[in-house]
């Protein structure tokens, strides 16, 4: 790349973990769809690579997606910070127990086809599963032994609660966006307090205003009702804007992983990005239509 187009997309500190990531994180859930042509994934690895993106998402879930990151970005691996998720769909091992939690980290350093993994977090998984401790204990040694920089916790509620007062992780992704925001009072201060990276999921709350009608069965289902409840009104700026620089812009989150198979989608972003935060009247109003219209919302996985 030409010193001319080196992208000026800052960094944010990532907790305590000495990483450092760009505000926009890609998520690369629906990079392992089949149904994208490789010549595609390919183009959209690069665009976000070459616009600045550091930090990109991924799992052992999302179809294709470790396996094209690996294959795609081996040569690239030094400009990027790597998140992904295990514990979970490793052969001939039992789901979340010490050594499906060992055992994919092993097969996330050979999809991914690197040394080290700088993110990884446990998938989701339960409140009993990380009380019984093996899973943990799979992400320390790993930690230990240099394959992991940072251990990680993703999921919601009081499993996230936990995992943030353990002190067994040094970041967290959680869903946090304009109709997902209990975190916002309680858990994403919490982990502020202990100096935690956080990614915030879902930050676009799905795109949930490009369907008309409910989406039944859609993963937009849950935010297209709230925003319904709660009257949301992205006022002039549009959907996307509100949408991105609320969740962007909410104190103590350091990167939105936000998801999309659109190297167009994801220029529009960066702009977006580049309007900065919400006016303060703006950001308090989703606030409040949050409080006040709340049935006890949760945060959804
Ligand atoms: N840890 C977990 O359990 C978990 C759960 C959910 C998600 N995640 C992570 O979080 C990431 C993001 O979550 P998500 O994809 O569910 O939700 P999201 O980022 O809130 O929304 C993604 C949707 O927004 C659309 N979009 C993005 N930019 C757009 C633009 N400029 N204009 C119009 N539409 C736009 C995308 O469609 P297009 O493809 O058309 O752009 C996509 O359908 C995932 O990829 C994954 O890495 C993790």
Request: charged share 20%.
């Amino acid at each position: 790349m030409s010193p001319e187009t080196t992208p000026t997309l800052p960094r944010r500190a990532f907790g305590q973990t000495g990483l450092t990531v760009s505000p926009i994180g890609l998520g690369a859930g629906q990079l392992g769809s089949i149904q994208l042509a490789e010549k595609d994934a390919e183009r959209l690895l690069f665009t976000a690579l070459d616009s600045g993106i550091n930090l990109i998402d991924t799992a052992r879930g999302y179809g294709l997606s470790e396996e094209r990151i690996g294959r795609l970005l081996a040569g690239r691996r030094a400009e990027f910070v790597l998140s992904t998720k295990v514990g979970y769909d490793v052969p001939g091992l039992s789901d979340w127990t010490y050594d499906s939690v060992a055992g994919g980290i092993e097969r996330a350093l050979r999809m991914l086809r690197t040394d080290w993994l700088d993110i990884v977090h446990l998938h989701s998984c339960s409140l009993d599963i990380l009380r019984e401790g093996g899973v943990i204990r799979a992400l320390e040694q790993a930690r230990q032994a240099g394959k992991i920089r940072v251990a990680a916790y993703s999921g919601e509620n009081e499993a996230l609660e936990y995992a943030i007062h353990s002190g067994e992780f040094q970041s967290v992704q959680f869903s946090l966006n304009v109709c997902d925001q209990r975190c916002l009072d309680h858990t994403l201060p919490l982990a502020s307090a202990h100096g935690l990276g956080v990614i915030a999921k879902r930050p676009l709350a799905n795109s949930f205003w490009r369907y008309e009608e409910r989406p039944v069965g859609n993963y937009a289902e849950p935010y297209w009702l709230r925003a319904a409840v709660m009257g949301l009104d992205p006022g002039e700026m549009g959907w996307q804007a509100f949408a991105l620089r609320f969740s962007a812009f909410t104190p103590g989150v350091h990167s939105i992983i936000i998801g999309t198979t659109n190297p167009q989608h994801l220029q529009e972003n960066l702009a977006l990005l580049a309007q900065g935060p919400l006016p303060p009247a703006q950001y308090q109003a989703a606030r409040q239509a949050f409080q006040r219209h709340d049935q006890g919302w949760v945060g959804q996985i």
